[in-house]
């Protein structure tokens, strides 16, 4: 793994940044300069789009709780996985997409080389200590052109970064509290999976773990 120390010029703070990825790379803290506006932005968002546990095509109930914001929210039930641009419980829209989101995606792509990334969708997961998320492939956009950015909140997480078959070895990677990540190019279409949460408490998040990923899905 390569490691290095960068000075972003927008923030004048120190990053350090690990390239996981010939076009994949982790970025430690990112977020936290933004954590005052993003947590009360992600209340909003799931007060009036509340986390719900989606029900798999194979009629399991995921581990992960789920909402989304921004025009497009990823769904599932029994038809399939794909993104909708109403939420099934309100049959409203999506709230939108808060402006410090839409900056923190933007801002941590730009680092990636990706200077044009327009995120319209925003999933939100939940993890509770137990909740996982199994090896898989996102392949419900529209285009794999764009990357995908994720922003870590609350309860470490353990990353399974695999290859392009199910079967090829994983790197596993911890997913801390502020950090982002961003996958695009080469690597977009690689496995990935989440091991199961392990219990503790985190002090501004309690016993929970959200990740954020910004999309163009449609
Ligand atoms: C790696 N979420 O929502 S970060 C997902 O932490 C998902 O909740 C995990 O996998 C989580 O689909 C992992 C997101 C992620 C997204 C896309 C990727 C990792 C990726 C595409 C290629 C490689
Ligand atoms: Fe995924």
Known sequence: MHSNFDLFADTEQPHRSEQIGEQSWVLRGFALSRIEQLLPALESVIERAPLRHMMTPGGFSMSVATSSC????????????????????????????????????????????????????CLINRYVPGAKMSLHQDKDEHSYAAPIVSLSLGLPA????????????????????????????????????????????????GEQRFNLTFRTAG
Do not use: C, N
Request: proline share 7%; charged share 20%; glycine share 12%.
């Open 158 to 205: 353990m990353f399974l970064f695999g290859g392009f078959a199910r079967s090829d070895k994983s790197q596993r990677i911890s997913l801390l509290h502020g950090d982002m990540v961003i996958w695009g190019g080469v690597d977009r279409l690689r496995y990935h999976g989440i091991l199961p949460i392990k219990y503790g408490r985190h002090p501004q998040l």
């Open 70 to 121: 921004g025009a497009l929210g990823w769904i599932t039930d029994r038809s399939g996985y794909r993104y909708s641009a109403e939420d099934p419980i309100s049959h409203q829209p999506w709230p939108q997409m808060p402006e410090v989101f839409r900056e923190l995606a933007q801002a941590a792509a730009k680092q990636g080389g990706f200077s044009d990334f327009i995120p319209d969708s």
